[in-house]
């Protein structure tokens, strides 16, 4: 079957380094999305990785491994707006294939 | 407008009314989506249009029902809901050619039924 597998919840402290994992398991594979979602908000675009390595952009970096069906969120600096929640969705064979992560809610200490 | 907007932002609804939610977005892509959140599971694909037609239906109940009459207009009609349809509603858009640059999402319907 297809699923992603990310943690329910993680909390981190102000100014800290946090890693967000996210396994998953497709038939095909087109890249996977990181998203963000505050309460009560729309999900937002974070990131996209279809080949291996770490794309970095700002405070926020995401790593793909395509051979271990392995990605990660990496937030550095982190600051309380940070806190929300972080989905993971890889890419299937179509544009339509989005199979998302029940998300990884952060909450961020001060 | 920019983006994707969604209304009502809020609808509580009884198990025997009918409602419909809107869609619109103002970006210019040619496929809709609609989703359903509920709390601590994935995101469920409910309804893809591709330029304006029906490309997925992820075995929905009928008692919801999409419609599309242009691209940048989606619906989604709603009768006889069940308390279980309790949920966030997300509308979003992408352009077909372009899908890694993602899904844009509006901010949703936040849907009771009593």
């Known amino acids: 079957g297809q699923n992603i597998d990310q943690p329910t919840e993680m909390t981190a402290t102000e100014g800290a380094i946090v890693q967000i994992n996210c396994t998953y398991q497709?038939?095909?594979?087109?890249?996977l999305f990181w998203y963000q979602q505050h309460a009560g908000e729309a999900p937002t675009f974070l990131s996209y990785?279809?080949l291996d390595g770490l794309e970095e952009k700002g405070r926020f970096s995401s790593f793909l491994s395509r051979s271990k069906g392995y990605s990660y969120l990496l937030l550095k600096e982190l600051q309380m707006k940070d806190s929300a929640s972080y989905l993971c969705?890889?890419?299937?064979?179509?544009?339509?294939?989005?199979?998302w992560g029940a998300g990884t809610k952060l909450i961020i200490k001060p | 407008e920019t983006g994707v907007t969604q209304t009502p932002r809020h609808l509580v609804m009884g198990m025997t009314n009918k409602k419909s939610l809107k869609c619109e977005q103002h970006?210019?892509?040619?496929?809709m989506y609609w989703y359903k959140q509920s709390a601590k599971k994935p995101l469920e694909l409910m309804f893809v249009y591709s330029l304006e037609e029906r490309v997925e239906n992820n075995s929905v109940p009928s008692r919801f029902s999409p419609e599309c009459p242009n691209s940048s207009h989606l619906f989604l009609h709603l009768h006889t809901l069940q308390p279980e349809d309790s949920a966030l509603y997300l509308c979003?858009?992408?352009?077909?050619?372009?899908?890694?640059?993602?899904?844009?999402f509006g901010s949703g319907t936040r849907l009771t039924v009593v």
């Open positions: 497709t038939s095909g594979f087109n890249g």
């Open positions: 990785n279809v």
């Open positions: 979003a858009s992408s352009q077909e050619d372009q899908g890694t640059y993602g899904y844009t």
């Open positions: 969705a890889a890419l299937g064979d179509s544009n339509y294939q989005l199979i």
């Open positions: 970006l210019g892509h040619n496929a």
